[in-house]
């Protein structure tokens, strides 16, 4: 999408939020602060999300206001001023005019006014949309300019009376993919694929984990993604038991599998894959058959990823099959019905097998409405991730088992007729894998 495309878009996205909001609102969302790494060096800057969905603005220091059918604008940017020593040293800002025309703010002024200009919107608005607890040092302005606009509705008939979380309508609108995020998205996955190809034909008994890391790393930045979008997982042996496994130093060694849960963020969008596959080799014949009950457990949740049918659904087909897998390699006993119902697999499967994706890997969007499973829609994203998990020191498995981690993930559109999985270009069917691992 060229650059008048991408600009009607947060044209767009700022309409619809301000229609949502309506007349006699104001919102107020700040930019995400910057944060030390260690002495004075900063982590790389990453803008909130939120704030990134309407503006498309990465600077720091920087607080969007949204009014609408506000006389001074419905939408004003408050942004560092340009400052030609500072610009040397951290790069160039928008500035206040850069605002404007580049990305379309109705008025902008430099940061250090908004406490003088704020008051002109509060007094005008009934209600205040404003993430509290997101930055605590805002908070404290905010709050005290709200009650003193307060103080006076009294008076002048005109005031704030309530605080509203943007998030409840923001995080709705950031659930349903347009076009322009499909785009980013499917071009993050692509991506994605790649670097796990990568790691599939690398990996050999005698690396280190952090070396197959380091290609995952190469492949995301080499094709133009910022870099990860989580800390990557790659967790050889008994290590891929641990859920959120990220020191990444073991060796590997032969006989092993290996699970790499890695994704790449591209222009602020997220791809999440996992895949597990044997270490220079093919599956033994254990490996192939806890594999193929993920697997099956996988395409089983995918293909209940369908319009209308519940958030949960996904979930509750997949974990049948990993229920009677289990079973059949004598971790749990009972019927079907039972282990779930008591829930002895969670020993073996410990989390939900989907989770919303978009700008943030783990995204925004309310699984359940008025307490029941959400229906899925078109132009909602998840991931469908089902695994097994057996560490060394379960005494309740066979000691065959012990020390296994199995998870399979891919990212699935929901269509208007289906789903579109977007991470299909990553092998996961046992030839394909083993063409890699082994050719």
């Known amino acids: 999408m060229g650059l008048n495309g991408k ?19 104001t919102a107020i969302l700040p930019s995400a602060p910057v944060a030390l790494r260690s002495g004075d060096v900063e982590f790389i800057y990453r803008q909130d ?32 001023p340009r400052d030609k020593e500072r610009e040397t040293w951290t790069g160039k800002r928008a500035g206040i005019e850069g605002a404007m025309v580049e990305y379309g703010a109705d008025k902008a002024y430099v940061i250090d006014e908004f406490e003088k200009i704020l008051p002109r919107y509060l007094e005008k608005s009934e209600r205040i949309h404003y993430p509290l607890a997101r930055n605590e040092h805002l908070d404290e302005r905010v709050l005290k300019l709200i009650h003193s606009s307060s103080a006076m509705r009294p008076r002048i008939g005109s005031g704030p009376y309530a605080i509203v979380d943007p998030r409840e309508v923001l995080h709705e609108a950031r659930l349903r993919k347009d076009p322009f995020e499909l785009e980013l998205m499917r071009r993050a996955a692509a991506i994605s694929a790649e670097a796990h190809k990568a790691a599939m034909n690398k990996a050999r008994p005698g690396m280190k984990e952090w070396q197959i890391e380091a290609e995952v790393d190469y492949a995301f930045r080499s094709r133009g993604a910022t870099g990860p979008s989580y800390p ?12 959120h496994h990220i020191e990444n130093r073991r060796e590997m060694r032969a ?9 790449c963020e591209y222009e602020f969008y997220a791809s999440d894959i996992t895949r597990t596959f044997p270490i220079g080799a093919k599956f033994s014949e254990l490996q192939r058959h806890l594999y193929s009950i993920v697997l099956e457990a996988q395409l089983k949740g ?20 990993l229920v009677d897998g289990m079973r059949d390699l004598g971790l749990v006993t009972g019927s079907t019905d039972e282990i779930i119902e008591k829930g002895s697999y969670r020993r073996f499967y410990k989390h939900r097998t989907s989770h919303w994706l978009g700008m ?31 560490d060394e020191a379960c005494d309740e498995a066979p000691a065959r088992l012990r020390g ?8 699935v559109l929901i269509t208007e007729t289906g789903h579109e999985i977007i991470t299909a270009a990553t092998p996961k069917q046992i030839a394909d894998v083993e063409a890699l691992t082994a050719g």
């Not at 600009?7 to 609102?25: D, K, M, N, Q, V």
């Not at 704030?51 to 560092?80: K, N």
């Not at 309310?366 to 057996?390: A, D, F, H, N, Q």
Request: aromatic share 10%.
């Open 7 to 25: 600009a009607e878009t947060y044209r767009a996205r700022r309409s619809r939020f301000l229609e949502a909001i309506g007349e006699g609102a």
């Open 49 to 80: 999300s939120d704030f990134y969905y309407l503006t498309g603005f990465e600077e720091p220091e920087s607080i969007a206001l949204f009014s609408p059918g506000h006389p001074d604008g419905q939408f004003v940017m408050f942004v560092r």
């Open 232 to 243: 990557s997982i790659v967790a050889s042996g008994p290590n891929a038991a641990i859920l």
């Open 255 to 263: 006989g092993e599998m290996l699970l790499i849960d890695a994704g």
């Open 302 to 321: 995918i293909e209940r990823a369908l319009p209308d049918a519940r958030f949960d659904d996904v979930h509750d087909a997949a974990l049948r099959v």
């Open 360 to 390: 943030d890997v783990h995204d925004v969007g309310l699984y359940k409405i008025r307490g029941e499973s959400r229906k899925l829609e078109p132009g909602m994203v998840l991931t469908v991730e089902p695994g097994l998990y057996i």
């Open 404 to 411: 296994v981690g199995i998870r399979i993930e891919d990212d």
